[in-house]
């Protein structure tokens, strides 16, 4: 198996104004922004660093060749979701390797807020494990796909006020602000986290069915943190993330 892969779009034409080609434009935008993403944050062990091949290779791991813009990415094996639906619903995971896994995403997103980016959709989806890994207690991920980043200071060194926003990320995992409408702030990757991590130990989210994101807001508000997390066995895991999303929703910032 090569140990890299190509994530390519299709570039839109030059002058275009269909709601078709907007996507594309939106799509090739992502991709270019997930680049610069890696250009500009430093390493971080949970975050995938872009190869520099020897020029006598004449690869490239950024580009736009016959109509398509390809980025050039490490290989990496299973994602998070995938993994939880390839598992028991009836057993939970250990609390070792839920703490072990929530440590290294809140590592990767701090790694991101000390660079003044918000990641914005946080899901089990775009964490992935080591290609060929062993799933263990000490395995290690990494967070993926940076197309929807944003910058929270702006070039002056100033936060970015606080916008009316439609729905940013995926609603099933998307902070109560979020839903209501703000635009997203370090706290909510970070609340988003604790619910990634919930739907990992218990399976599901009471909302994940939701037919619509208000009616997924609807679920959300009205559910207490410690009704939600009734489901989680382990005394531990259940205090860890109670406190968690508690301490997340009353982050101001």
């Known amino acids: 198996d090569h140990p890299y892969v190509m994530k390519c779009v299709d570039l839109p034409p030059t002058k275009t104004s269909s709601r078709k080609n907007t996507r594309m434009h939106h799509v090739a935008n992502t991709l270019y922004m997930e680049y610069l993403c890696y250009q500009n944050i430093p390493p971080h062990s949970n975050i995938p660093a872009l190869e520099i091949f020897p020029s006598k290779l004449r690869v490239k791991r950024y580009g736009e060749q016959d109509g398509c813009r390809f980025l050039v990415l490490p290989r990496f094996g299973m994602d998070l979701k995938k993994w939880r639906a390839g598992q028991d619903l009836h057993q939970q995971p250990s609390w070792e390797f839920i703490a072990n896994l929530g440590k290294q995403m809140l590592d990767a997103i701090q ?137 997340s929703r009353a982050i101001p910032y």
């Open 111 to 247: 790694h991101l807020h000390d660079n003044q980016y918000v990641y914005v959709d946080v899901k089990p989806d775009n964490f992935v494990f080591e290609w060929n890994a062993s799933i263990n207690t000490s395995v290690s991920i990494f967070l993926i796909d940076y197309g929807v980043c944003d910058k929270y200071m702006t070039s002056r060194g100033k936060h970015r006020d606080n916008k009316s926003t439609g729905m940013q990320g995926t609603p099933t995992f998307a902070s109560l602000a979020v839903h209501q409408g703000n635009s997203v702030a370090r706290r909510d990757d970070i609340e988003a986290i604790g619910y990634v991590l919930c739907h990992l130990v218990c399976g599901d989210l009471p909302w994940s069915a939701a037919a619509s994101s208000q009616s997924c807001l609807n679920m959300k508000g009205n559910l207490s943190i410690p009704v939600l997390c009734e489901p989680i066995v382990c005394p531990k895991t259940k205090a860890c993330l109670i406190q968690w999303l508690e301490k």
